[in-house]
């Protein structure tokens, strides 16, 4: 199925229907599990890459942005978080959005199958975090757009990330401005 409007940054907005939705992350779960097979094949990153422009990744924003995050990155999370709901971004923050009474791992299953975008915050101790790994792994292999936000150098090459890195460790203010514009769209 082919739609101009995903292929074509130049047309107006107009919002995806779920079936456009759900056809573009099949087709990068596809394309992901494929480079998994053959990592330097350039065709198939660049056709990854076509499916991640910044229109589809703000309409996959809209429906919610994830923030991974290891528990020693939790100060820079929670100042991402606010920084991005201030610029009018939707964003969902396990210790934020969860409920005190509330199932911590239902909330966090339901937020990743809701949300389109996941901000995987990078740092050397959220490359070996296993919650950080199983939500990038949930998106990965659903298709979702995934974001990475480096907060520290780290080695993160494993998780052979399409969209280029928000480098926040050296200027977090034109990071946060790039993300935010990339998030909303304009």
Same mark, same amino acid.
Not at 12 to 24: E, G, W
Not at 79 to 103: F, H, K, S, T, Y
Not at 129 to 149: C, H, M, S
């Given at each position: 199925?082919?739609?101009?409007?995903?292929?074509?940054?130049?047309?107006?907005?107009?919002?995806?229907?779920?079936?456009?939705?759900?056809?573009?992350?099949? *087709?990068?779960?596809?394309?992901?599990?494929?480079?998994?097979?053959?990592?330097?094949?350039?065709?198939?990153?660049?056709?990854?890459?076509?499916?991640?422009?910044?229109?589809?990744?703000?309409?996959?924003?809209?429906?919610?942005?994830?923030?991974?995050?290891?528990?020693?990155?939790?100060?820079?999370?929670?100042?991402?978080?606010?920084?991005?709901?201030?610029? /009018?971004?939707?964003?969902?923050?396990?210790?934020?959005?969860?409920?005190?009474?509330?199932?911590?791992?239902?909330?966090?299953?339901?937020?990743?199958?809701?949300?389109?975008?996941?901000?995987?915050?990078?740092?050397?101790?959220?490359?070996?975090?296993?919650?950080?790994?199983?939500?990038?792994?949930?998106?990965?292999?659903?298709?979702?757009?995934?974001?990475?936000?480096?907060?520290?150098?780290? @080695?993160?090459?494993?998780?052979?990330?399409?969209? @280029?890195?928000? @480098?926040?460790?050296? @200027?977090?203010?034109?990071?946060?401005?790039?993300?935010?514009?990339?998030? *909303? /769209?304009?």
């Amino acid at each position: 199925m082919s739609d101009s409007r995903l292929e074509d940054d130049t047309q107006p907005y107009s919002a995806p229907t779920t079936t456009q939705t759900r056809t573009l992350e099949q *087709k990068r779960a596809l394309l992901r599990r494929a480079l998994q097979q053959s990592p330097n094949d350039p065709r198939l990153l660049a056709t990854l890459r076509e499916t991640l422009t910044p229109s589809i990744i703000a309409r996959a924003a809209e429906r919610g942005v994830f923030i991974a995050y290891a528990r020693a990155d939790e100060i820079f999370a929670f100042e991402l978080d606010n920084d991005l709901r201030e610029c /009018g971004v939707r964003v969902w923050m396990d210790a934020i959005d969860i409920a005190p009474q509330a199932d911590w791992r239902r909330a966090v299953v339901s937020a990743l199958h809701d949300c389109g975008v996941l901000l995987m915050v990078l740092s050397p101790a959220a490359v070996e975090d296993n919650d950080v790994v199983n939500e990038w792994q949930y998106f990965n292999n659903a298709g979702k757009v995934i974001v990475p936000v480096l907060v520290e150098a780290c @080695d993160f090459s494993r998780f052979r990330l399409a969209v @280029d890195v928000f @480098d926040f460790s050296r @200027d977090k203010r034109s990071a946060l401005l790039q993300l935010t514009r990339l998030l *909303k /769209g304009e």
